[in-house]
C-alpha cells in the first residue's frame, strides 16, 4: 500500500500559502511541494492531497494521512462543500479510479511524516511571500512576461543619464571632429536611438513600447573629464519606458568607446542611472 502524507499553509488566510506531499511506496520516500501567491489554507490542503493522488497510479492501493479535519470530513462524512468547488471537483475525479483510506493526524503531535509535510507546505507558503513582489517570476519560480492586460494607457517618461570617462586630449580630438572613425556624437547619438527601438528585442521580458519621443543628449564635461549622455524616452503606453532610455544611454556610451579606444585605452564608462521617471502605478520618481 502506498502511504500519501499531506499537509497545507497559508501565511494570512487568504494570503502566500504552500502544500507538501510525502509518498511512502516500500522504502521508497517522494517529496514533493508548492504554493501559490494568494490562497487560503483549506485550499492548500485540498491541494496537497491532489498533488499527492496526480502521482499514484489509478491500480494503487492508497491511504491518505492528513491532519485537516476539513479535508478528511468533508470526504468520510460528507460535509458540505460552500466553497473550492473547482479543487473538491478534480479530487473526486481522482478518488473515482483510485481504492483510498483516509486516516486524520493530529497536527503537531510528533508524527514524523505529518510533521514533514508541514515544513514542506509551511517553506512554499514562505517562498511564495518572498515571490510575491516580484512580478517577473511565476509561483514555480520561473521568469515570465508581466501580464499588461488590464493595466490603463497613461503617459509615460524617463530620464537617464551616463558617462564616458577620457583622456582631456581625447575629448579635445572629438570636440575637433578629428577622429579618424567619423563623427562620434553623430554616431553615438543613432547608435542610442536604435537601442531604444530594439529594446524588447534586447531585453527578453520587456514588452514592446510605442515610443513616441527619444531625445539623446552629447554634451563635452571638462570636470570628468569626457561626455556626459542623457536620454530621455516618452511614451502613451501600459508600461514604463525607463529600460528603452538606460538601453539608449548604453550603447550610445559604449559606441563613443568604440569611437575611442584606438587613441585612449583607458576610457571608460561610469554612473548610467535614473535621474526622473514619471506615469505609471508606483507614480513618479526624481533623484535628488
Known amino acids: 500500500m502506498i502511504k500519501i502524507y499531506s499537509d497545507g499553509a497559508c501565511l494570512g488566510n487568504p494570503g502566500p500559502g504552500g502544500w507538501g506531499v510525502i509518498i511512502i511506496d516500500g522504502d521508497e520516500e517522494l517529496y514533493y511541494s508548492g504554493g501559490d501567491q494568494k490562497t487560503t489554507n483549506n485550499r492548500m490542503e485540498i491541494t496537497g492531497v491532489i498533488e499527492g493522488l496526480k502521482r499514484t497510479q ?14 478528511i470530513n468533508t470526504i468520510t462524512k460528507n460535509w458540505k462543500r460552500n466553497a473550492n468547488h473547482d479543487l473538491w471537483k478534480i479530487l473526486d475525479d481522482l478518488l473515482e479510479t483510485r481504492s483510498t483510506e483516509w486516516e486524520w493526524v493530529k497536527g503537531h503531535s510528533g508524527d514524523e511524516f505529518n510533521e514533514k509535510a508541514d515544513k514542506l507546505a509551511v517553506q512554499a ?25 488590464d493595466k490603463e494607457i497613461t503617459a509615460r517618461f524617463a530620464l537617464v543619464e551616463g558617462n564616458v570617462v577620457m583622456k582631456l586630449s581625447t575629448m579635445k580630438v572629438i570636440k575637433q571632429g578629428e577622429m579618424k572613425k567619423g563623427d562620434v556624437i553623430t554616431l553615438a547619438r543613432t547608435a542610442g536611438i536604435t ?94
Open 125 to 149: 507558503a514562505e517562498k511564495e511571500k518572498k515571490m510575491n513582489g516580484l512580478s517577473h517570476v511565476d509561483s514555480r519560480g520561473e521568469i515570465k512576461m508581466v501580464d499588461v492586460t
Open 58 to 71: 489509478e491500480t494503487d492501493l492508497i491511504k491518505i494521512y492528513t491532519d485537516s479535519t476539513y479535508v
Open 195 to 288: 537601442a531604444a527601438k530594439a529594446t524588447p528585442t534586447l531585453i527578453p521580458l520587456c514588452h514592446p513600447v510605442p515610443l513616441s519621443e527619444i531625445k539623446i543628449k552629447i554634451n563635452f564635461d571638462k570636470s570628468l573629464p569626457g561626455l556626459k549622455v542623457v536620454a530621455s524616452t516618452k511614451a502613451e503606453w501600459k508600461t514604463g519606458v525607463e529600460i528603452e532610455a538606460f538601453n539608449a544611454v548604453a550603447v550610445a556610451c559604449v559606441t563613443i568607446y568604440d569611437m575611442c579606444k584606438a587613441i585612449d585605452r583607458s576610457a571608460f564608462i561610469s554612473e548610467i542611472k535614473l535621474l526622473e521617471k514619471s506615469g505609471g502605478k508606483s507614480g513618479d520618481y526624481i533623484r535628488e
